[in-house]
C-alpha cells in the first residue's frame, strides 16, 4: 500500500512567539487533514540555539496522531536534543535510528559536525546505514533523511555548507538500490536535485524562506509562510513529492 509522508524542517525554534506560532501553523494543519500521514519526517534545525527549553518546547509541540521522526541539525544540540527531546542520556555521539514505516523503512541520519554548518557522515554514521539497509534487506524500499543536502543548489549560503565526504554515500547508494530518495533539509527553500542517481529532494522550511540570487540580494524571506512537503511512495518504489505553504 502507497505511504503518505510529510516534511517538516527548519523550525528554529528560538523562544519567539513568532518560531512558536509558525511551527504550531504547520502542526495543527496536518494534525487536521482528513487523512493522516503515515509518519512525519522533521529534518533538523528544529532548536535555534540548541537550549534544553528549545527542545522542551519542540517536544510538545512535535506531538501527533501519527509517528514524528526526528534527525538534528546543525543548530541542534545533540546532548539536549537526547536528554530533552528523546528522553535519553546526554551523550554527544551522532543520533541515527531507524523507523518502520508501512513497508517501508526511513533512515534519520546525523549528518551534523559539532560546531560547524557543513554536513558530513561520520564512519560510524555510514557503517550503521550499511548496517541497518543490509539488515532490512533489497526487498525494503528505504529513505534516508538527513539536514545537509549533498549537492550544491546555486545559492551560496547552502552551497557554503552542504553535506562533505560524499563517496562514501554514493558507495552506499550503490550497494543498497533499494533506497528511493535522499530527503534533506538546511536550504529552507523546496528544492529537487539528484545526487549519485537518486533523488534528493529538498524541504522547505518553517522558519524562513531563501530568496534564490536571481530574485534578490536579501536571502532571508521572513514573510513568505511556513512551508512542507508531502510524499507518497508508491507500491513499485515511486516518490512523488507535492510542496505546499501553509498561509
Ligand atoms: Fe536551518
Ligand atoms: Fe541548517
Known amino acids: 500500500m502507497a505511504l503518505l509522508l510529510a516534511q517538516l524542517s527548519d523550525f528554529h525554534l528560538d523562544g519567539t512567539a513568532r518560531s512558536t506560532e509558525r511551527a504550531l501553523r504547520v502542526m495543527d494543519h496536518l494534525r487536521a487533514l482528513p487523512t493522516a500521514p503515515d509518519a512525519l519526517l522533521v529534518t533538523g534545525d528544529i532548536a535555534d540555539h540548541g537550549a534544553p527549553e528549545e527542545y522542551r518546547e519542540a517536544a ?19 546532548r539536549a536534543y537526547r536528554e530533552v527531546l528523546l528522553g535519553e542520556a546526554a551523550e554527544p555521539g551522532p543520533i541515527n535510528r531507524a523507523h518502520r514505516v508501512g513497508d517501508a523503512v526511513v533512515l534519520m541520519c ?3 559536525i559539532p560546531g560547524r554548518n557543513e554536513g558530513w557522515l561520520a564512519p560510524e554514521t555510514v557503517s550503521w546505514i550499511d548496517a541497518t ?34 563517496e562514501e554515500l554514493a558507495e552506499l547508494l550503490a550497494a543498497h538500490p533499494q533506497v528511493v530518495a535522499l530527503l534533506t533539509g538546511h536550504a529552507h527553500t523546496a528544492a529537487v536535485s539528484l545526487f549519485a542517481g537518486v533523488p534528493v529532494v529538498v524541504a522547505p522550511a518553517v522558519t524562513w524562506t531563501l530568496r534564490m540570487p536571481w530574485e534578490s540580494d536579501d536571502p532571508a524571506d521572513r514573510a513568505a509562510p511556513p512551508g512542507l512537503a508531502f510524499h507518497v511512495l508508491d507500491d513499485d518504489r515511486r516518490l512523488t513529492t507535492h510542496f505546499r505553504v501553509v498561509s
Open 60 to 78: 510538545g509541540l512535535l506531538t501527533a496522531p501519527f509517528p514524528v521522526l526526528c534527525c538534528p541539525g546543525n543548530h541542534d544540540e545533540r
Open 110 to 112: 546525523d549528518a551534523t
Open 133 to 166: 539497509l543490509t539488515a532490512f534487506g533489497p526487498g525494503v524500499p528505504a529513505l534516508i533523511a538527513f539536514h545537509q543536502p549533498p549537492v550544491a543548489l546555486h545559492h551560496p549560503l547552502p552551497d557554503g555548507s552542504c553535506l562533505g565526504d560524499t
